[in-house]
């Protein structure tokens, strides 16, 4: 055998482990759509003021909330329409009440 032939050999297995490894990297990479709810007990959830009912936020600690702010019309809520529950991309994906409410509330662009 050729040093050449072996060389090619060796590269060929180096883009086969690459490869497999690109795809096994990507499978895990991918962030499933997460189940767990986020709740008010939650320590950064709680440092974001959120609540899940927009009407119970504190006016005082936070004078800029209206009560027609909350994660259904916030841009960071990709819940789908009607959704009691809806991804957060701003929690982690973690489920929010439609409902809720957190400081971080962004209003929704039109499409």
Known sequence: MSKTSNSRRVFMLHVACGGAALATSTAFAADP???EKLTEADPYAKSMGFRLDTTKVDKAKFPRHTAEQKCSTC?????????EWGPCSFFGGRLVN???WC???KVKKAA
């Open 33 to 35: 759509v997460s189940t």
């Open 98 to 100: 439609k409902d809720g």
């Open 75 to 83: 841009q960071l809520f990709s819940g789908a329409p009607g959704a």
């Open 103 to 105: 400081r971080n509330f």
